[in-house]
């Protein structure tokens, strides 16, 4: 799937490894119960416990030193216990390692947090530090205790095996439903020093960001204060990842945390100038990207689907409009059947909870293949239905939707709603 | 599927010609351009037009003298141009006849109002009687243009064909992805004087009542004062039609409308007396029962969901919840599988938009085959999967989540999300 470049940024290499002073590792500990499907197995080529076949599922980053630290967290009301472990540990604003493991949400379970906490301890253990300097996550089935020797027994092999190019292995430990392994990083400049934010993320049912989706897990060799580090995450969370949706669900263990290790040696970035704005536009590029490839990978989707509103009164009105329409199940299903449905976009628009004239309202469906008007004044218009299949024959479609009525613009992500949703859906306890 | 029975009346077959007073017909005009599938061909038995095989298109309800009327509309921005018609007639809060036409919705049309204008002038003609006392309705694609000469040249055959147990023809005339005609009546008694409501409804995909659903078309030999009668059906849709998703689309030609004939002779029901609860009562068996109808009946669907919400802050809140729960993507989707998933049910609940305590809240998953608790105070129970497997297998689900802090209480209606919800959607120009 093409990146999307965003100006003062370019691409590296290595995911949460690329910033300097971050190492990772992924293995299997034993929690997997599906074998691997579809994806290769490296269990050869690295120190796997012996489920070798089985994917991995624990997951540490470890930076050299300890960080600033920021977290966005699911706004559902059920939250997962690492949630509450992490937010206590975090109320320092600096953290050191993360740990992660897949398969089991650990969430809604009476013996939640002391698991989370005890799994933190683990990971302290074996680097050396304080169990409150360790964020911790977790991802898979709700409900279904979390099996604490399998962690215990893995701690000592995953923590020696941790290297500065091991981002891979940590991914596919994050995964859960995913198909792809899902990271990016930048390289941009602050001040003429050369400084790195690299992400990876985990995310593809259960997805409505009202709030930061999913788990996701950004390192950076910025130095910057907490605050201001907690800042730009916030806002970078609003225009990216919360305008993702894939089905409409929010999750009980969404979270986004950022590391910061300062290792760039910039000069720190202590107020909202010009080095903090060129740090936002990094994360930026970085979460942006990522939130495309979330969408992209939407269970059991076949397309990306990107939907950009503007000149609404508002901007939060353009957000709004935007995310009725990529969450529409009915639009979903025409852009699966490829098919220019035009009077599914113009009524996801119209229900859309925000004022506006939907009488000013024009739609055009656009992907490489070309752009196509279908809607004017919220009245249809010719088009050839040709030239609309051909264009939605791409796996990645715009919907472009003018309300010609302001200068609020937003733009939301989504994919298309196919057998394969239902199916996975039909039969996976999660 | 089973009716539920409410108190204080009894059903009667007959539709909305169970009523005293009301006529009713359905003949194909030529709209139709998909032939008859899965149903009974009835053109044989009756008057349709040399299109023999092709669905009905095109329904009417008369009655023998005008009535008290009154409607509530979809609140989607993008209005079927019928809508606007029929709001304009009912301003007297007077109607005597319904024309209705399906597989063209005839909205997002330059020329909408126009058309929809004539088909009431057409009916009018035939029938003796003004333009502002017909009530217009259309279903169907949306933004294609409405040819209006099949309408006009079926409008006489229409009306001569009218009779007093016509509902069966008008409710086929009114289906569009409906795999089952809907229809339901019941008699009650106002002051010793029996009276009937009998309504039709129509619904299947596009359905998420922030109004009043698709289209349902209510007759009752009750006298009942205009304002009254708008009243009772407001308050009526907001427990029954507006607690329904399908899809969690809202349709843009969304109506209920009632007409109320007198002809029962009760004493006028001026006032919210003990008559007016008593109509009030039946209304709601009507619609309650059509509600499940169509959630039944719902795209794809094979299992009727009902959440019922109970001991919520609010009744509002208590709705909140419900809906939440009956519009997952990925609850349906369990429900599909039969699976006995409750973490989504606790997610759904946990991200409804309202203020209470998950840590108090109990889930029950029941049907006709017995009832299971699966979570309490906000986490996992152990329970039999054989016996929730069992469960499961019934066509009508209950999901019965206790909030344990107050007194409000809701009930939501839903369906499962199935690959035919995929198929149909994905190749249907509606």
Redesign the interface.
Known sequence: MKLVEVDGTEFVEGGVCAAKGFRANGICCGLAHKPLTGTENTAAADNALPNSGKKRDLALIVADKECTAAAVYT????KGAPITVTKKHLETGTAQAVIVNSVN?N????DGIEKAEKMCELAAAELGIAPEKVIVASTG????VLPIEPIANGMKALAEGLSYDGNPRAVEAIMTTDTVPKEVAVKFSIGGKTCTVGGMLKGS??I?P?MATTLTFITTDADISAELLQRALSDTVKVTLNRVSV??????NDMVCVLASGTAENTPIKKENADFDAFECALYAVMMNLARMMARDGEGATKLIECAVTNAPTEKTAEIVAKSVI????FK??M??E?A????I??????AEAE?D?DKVGVHIASDKGDIEV?RN???VEFSEEKAKEILSEEEIRILADLGQGGGAAVAWGCD???D??????????
Chains 1, 2 share one sequence.
Request: include cysteine; charged fraction near 15%.
């Open positions: 706004t559902n009301k059920v949400a969430t809604c379970n009476a089935v709700i409900g279904q049912g259960m409505r009202n089905d409409g669900d929010t999750s009980t969450c529409s199940a009915l299903a025409a699966f059947g098919d449905n035009w009077g599914r113009l009524c996801a628009i119209g229900y506006f939907i809607c919220g009245a249809g709603l196919t057998y949703y239902v199916k996975i859906n039909g039969d996976y306890r999660s």
